[in-house]
Nanobody, 127 residues
Framework: QVQLVESGGGLVQPGGSLRLSCVGS????????IAWFRQAVGKEREAVSC????????HYADSVKGRFTISRDNPENTVYLQMSSLKPEDTADYYC????????????????????WGQGTQATVSS
């Protein structure tokens, strides 16, 4: 069955970095776009980045542009989210999600646009 497993979360000081990983199994990985969402306490889940399946084109929310970098290693069935210059407001549970082939045309999309989800990994930015 389709499975997505996130890892790499943790506690980091403001200005620090974390690299999240999302490993997929049970599907043809490079046929799917992979997105990272996050959900802070008391807030809705929001998309922060998405990478197309075959082209590898990357897309970012304005709030993370220039600080986060998404990449994928298709032979390893893995997508990474490199997070730098972290701020306390980046504190959230981070989830990866998959949808067929490409990220939505009009932006990163909502949760309804994605078919498969991981269980999440927590990132806390605090001094």
């Amino acid at each position: 069955q389709v499975q997505l497993v996130e890892s790499g979360g943790g506690l980091v000081q403001p200005g620090g970095s974390l690299r999240l990983s999302c490993v997929g199994s049970g599907f043809t990985f490079d046929n799917f776009a992979i997105a990272w969402f996050r959900q802070a306490v008391g807030k809705e889940r929001e998309a922060v980045s998405c990478i197309d399946g075959r082209s590898g084109n990357a897309h970012y929310a304005d709030s993370v542009k220039g600080r986060f970098t998404i990449s994928r290693d298709n032979p390893e069935n893995t997508v990474y989210l490199q997070m730098s210059s972290l701020k306390p407001e980046d504190t959230a549970d981070y989830y990866c999600a998959a949808r067929w082939l490409n990220c939505p045309d009009y932006g990163l999309g909502s949760t309804r646009e994605y078919d498969y989800w991981g269980q999440g990994t927590q990132a806390t930015v605090s001094s």
